[in-house]
Nanobody, 123 residues
Protein backbone atom coordinates (compact mmCIF):
# COMPACT_ATOMS: atom_id res chain seq x y z
CA UNK A 1 0.00 0.00 0.00
CA UNK A 2 1.39 3.37 -1.01
CA UNK A 3 1.34 5.96 1.72
CA UNK A 4 2.97 9.05 3.17
CA UNK A 5 3.72 8.83 6.88
CA UNK A 6 4.37 12.01 8.84
CA UNK A 7 6.04 12.51 12.18
CA UNK A 8 7.48 15.24 14.34
CA UNK A 9 4.51 17.35 15.38
CA UNK A 10 3.80 18.41 18.93
CA UNK A 11 3.50 21.25 21.40
CA UNK A 12 6.16 23.95 21.44
CA UNK A 13 6.50 27.36 23.06
CA UNK A 14 6.60 30.53 20.96
CA UNK A 15 10.07 31.03 19.54
CA UNK A 16 10.77 27.31 19.60
CA UNK A 17 11.55 24.86 16.82
CA UNK A 18 10.17 21.62 15.42
CA UNK A 19 11.18 19.35 12.58
CA UNK A 20 8.56 17.47 10.60
CA UNK A 21 9.33 14.40 8.50
CA UNK A 22 7.30 12.63 5.85
CA UNK A 23 8.33 9.33 4.29
CA UNK A 24 6.84 7.71 1.21
CA UNK A 25 6.48 3.94 1.23
CA UNK A 26 5.03 1.21 -0.95
CA UNK A 27 5.36 0.36 -4.62
CA UNK A 28 6.73 3.64 -6.00
CA UNK A 29 8.76 4.17 -9.17
CA UNK A 30 9.65 7.80 -8.54
CA UNK A 31 8.77 10.92 -6.58
CA UNK A 32 8.18 14.32 -8.11
CA UNK A 33 7.35 17.48 -6.24
CA UNK A 34 6.93 17.23 -2.48
CA UNK A 35 5.50 19.78 -0.11
CA UNK A 36 3.93 20.77 3.15
CA UNK A 37 0.52 22.34 3.66
CA UNK A 38 -1.30 23.33 6.82
CA UNK A 39 -4.85 23.85 7.96
CA UNK A 40 -5.78 25.87 11.03
CA UNK A 41 -9.21 25.52 12.68
CA UNK A 42 -11.87 27.28 10.64
CA UNK A 43 -9.48 28.05 7.79
CA UNK A 44 -8.73 26.56 4.40
CA UNK A 45 -5.69 24.40 3.80
CA UNK A 46 -2.78 26.54 2.63
CA UNK A 47 0.60 25.95 1.07
CA UNK A 48 3.59 26.18 3.39
CA UNK A 49 6.49 25.07 1.19
CA UNK A 50 7.29 22.88 -1.80
CA UNK A 51 10.43 21.34 -3.24
CA UNK A 52 11.07 19.77 -6.63
CA UNK A 53 13.08 16.57 -7.06
CA UNK A 54 15.89 18.84 -8.22
CA UNK A 55 15.82 20.81 -4.98
CA UNK A 56 14.10 24.01 -6.11
CA UNK A 57 12.09 25.40 -3.21
CA UNK A 58 9.09 27.68 -2.81
CA UNK A 59 7.72 29.17 0.41
CA UNK A 60 4.64 30.98 1.59
CA UNK A 61 5.48 34.57 2.51
CA UNK A 62 4.39 33.93 6.09
CA UNK A 63 7.14 31.35 6.68
CA UNK A 64 10.02 32.71 4.60
CA UNK A 65 13.17 33.01 6.66
CA UNK A 66 11.77 30.80 9.43
CA UNK A 67 10.98 27.46 7.77
CA UNK A 68 13.24 25.32 5.59
CA UNK A 69 12.07 22.47 3.39
CA UNK A 70 14.47 19.74 2.29
CA UNK A 71 14.33 16.21 0.95
CA UNK A 72 16.34 13.02 0.84
CA UNK A 73 15.59 11.39 -2.51
CA UNK A 74 17.29 8.14 -1.55
CA UNK A 75 14.96 7.79 1.43
CA UNK A 76 11.86 9.21 -0.25
CA UNK A 77 11.54 11.64 2.61
CA UNK A 78 10.75 15.33 2.86
CA UNK A 79 11.47 17.47 5.92
CA UNK A 80 10.24 20.78 7.27
CA UNK A 81 12.48 22.56 9.76
CA UNK A 82 10.41 25.16 11.57
CA UNK A 83 12.16 27.84 13.62
CA UNK A 84 10.91 30.93 15.46
CA UNK A 85 7.48 29.38 15.73
CA UNK A 86 4.56 31.64 16.57
CA UNK A 87 1.00 30.92 17.75
CA UNK A 88 -0.31 31.63 14.26
CA UNK A 89 1.68 28.62 13.02
CA UNK A 90 -0.64 26.35 15.00
CA UNK A 91 -2.31 23.98 12.55
CA UNK A 92 -2.46 20.44 11.27
CA UNK A 93 0.43 20.03 8.85
CA UNK A 94 -0.01 17.76 5.84
CA UNK A 95 2.63 16.27 3.59
CA UNK A 96 1.95 16.06 -0.15
CA UNK A 97 3.88 14.27 -2.88
CA UNK A 98 3.50 13.38 -6.54
CA UNK A 99 4.20 9.66 -6.68
CA UNK A 100 4.96 7.68 -9.83
CA UNK A 101 3.23 4.33 -9.89
CA UNK A 102 2.65 1.54 -12.36
CA UNK A 103 -0.46 -0.41 -13.30
CA UNK A 104 -0.55 -3.07 -16.01
CA UNK A 105 2.75 -1.80 -17.36
CA UNK A 106 1.64 1.82 -17.61
CA UNK A 107 3.26 4.51 -15.50
CA UNK A 108 1.27 7.36 -14.05
CA UNK A 109 1.71 10.10 -11.45
CA UNK A 110 -0.78 10.74 -8.69
CA UNK A 111 -0.78 13.17 -5.77
CA UNK A 112 -0.83 11.66 -2.30
CA UNK A 113 -1.46 13.19 1.11
CA UNK A 114 -0.25 12.21 4.54
CA UNK A 115 -2.59 11.80 7.48
CA UNK A 116 -1.57 15.11 9.06
CA UNK A 117 0.37 15.96 12.18
CA UNK A 118 -0.67 18.53 14.77
CA UNK A 119 1.62 21.46 15.55
CA UNK A 120 0.60 23.63 18.49
CA UNK A 121 2.52 26.76 19.44
CA UNK A 122 1.51 27.98 22.87
CA UNK A 123 2.99 29.12 26.14
Amino acid sequence: QVQLVESGGGLVQPGGSLRLSCAASGSIFGIGNMGWYRQAPGKQRELVATITNGGVTNYADSVKGRFTISRDNAKGTVYLQMNSLAPEDTAVYYCNADLKRSQTGTFYVSPYWGQGTQVTVSS
